[in-house]
């Protein structure tokens, strides 16, 4: 098949275009912290940070272009649209009708990412807001901020720093390694059914928040944390080094069992065992001496609070 570049440059910007084997390219200049949008009804993306000022797409389906949405006039776009060749019109609204598409963008920058099927991988990046409805997310050595949603599928992260928002309908959501930038970022998690594993997360505020399913909390606790899990049906497992010290502050379902490998000085009045008449039951108790806050709800099922 033969090989077509097409360029054309203005004193403003330049668009490179090349068709290979049914793969459409798109490029521009754009400034370090641009903000890159797309939206595609049948399609997966994959988003990577490099050095370059520039943004640079493939198709793998129908045509596309890449559309300045900003207002400024300097070389260098700030807010950029991928944008169907055969919806001009409305170019600005509506989503790619299919075709997975490669992102190139500058590490400083934050993708807009939504798609109605396939599947969303992000990597080394400053911020993300992706959504899929039927497939999973995939995101690491974000740096800033990281909302992601899914309605049919898991998610993933890794090796991460910043803010993060993570909500799952029907999967599971799996983030270790995670750190905050600043002190006031946070790790919010919650899914409707599935699983959800937070494994070395060093954030001073963690909240989870799970309808059915298990929840498991595996790494050290910072001093003055605190952390949230509630589970409406299911079982909250917490993993602690051995040194940890911590108040726990439980309302717990009549039947929950509560089990804990440290010992737990529970003030007066208090334990773990089932509430009176079948009652739920508040429980507070300490380990040590209490440097970290642990908030627990859960109506059926149990919690386990185990040494490493």
């Not at 399609?43 to 000022?53: A, E, L, Q």
């Not at 055969?86 to 992102?103: I, K, P, V, Y």
């Not at 992000?122 to 409805?133: E, I």
């Not at 917490?238 to 490998?261: Q, T, Y």
Request: proline fraction near 2%.
């Amino acid at each position: 098949m033969p090989f077509l570049t097409v360029a054309f440059v203005t004193s403003v910007f330049c668009v490179t275009r090349e068709k290979h084997a049914e793969q459409i390219e798109r490029s521009l200049p754009a400034a370090a912290r641009v903000v890159v949008s797309a939206c595609t009804l049948s399609g997966s993306f994959t988003v990577r940070g490099w050095d370059r000022n520039e943004v640079r797409v493939r198709s793998d389906g129908g045509e596309i272009e890449l559309t300045r949405i900003d207002q400024t006039k300097s070389e260098q776009a700030t807010e950029l649209k991928v944008t169907s060749t055969t919806r001009r019109a409305n170019a600005r609204n509506s989503c790619l009708m299919f075709g997975g598409l490669e992102l190139d963008v500058p590490r400083g920058a934050a993708v807009r990412l939504q798609t109605t099927s396939g599947d969303i991988s992000v990597t080394d990046l400053a911020r993300a807001n992706v959504v899929t409805t039927s497939g999973s997310i995939d995101l690491t050595k974000m740096r800033e901020e990281t909302q992601a949603t899914v309605i049919g599928g898991d998610i993933s992260i890794r090796d991460s720093t910043g803010l993060f928002n993570l909500h799952a309908t029907g999967g599971s959501i799996d983030a270790r390694h995670l750190s905050a930038a600043a002190p006031s970022d946070t790790v919010t998690v919650s899914t409707v059914s599935g699983e959800v594993t937070l494994n070395q997360i060093t954030h001073q505020r963690v909240n989870v928040n799970s309808v059915g399913g298990e929840v498991t909390y595996s790494g050290e606790l910072l001093r003055n944390g605190s952390y949230s899990f509630q589970n409406l049906s299911g079982e909250i497992h917490l993993l602690l080094p051995a040194n940890s010290s911590f108040r726990l502050l439980a309302n717990a379902g009549a039947a929950v069992k509560i089990s804990s490998d440290f010992h737990l000085n529970y003030a007066e009045g208090q334990n773990a065992g089932p509430g009176n008449r079948g009652e739920p039951r508040r429980v507070s108790a300490t380990v040590g001496t209490g440097d970290s806050l642990i908030r627990v709800q859960i109506m059926t099922g149990s919690l386990r609070i185990s040494k490493q």
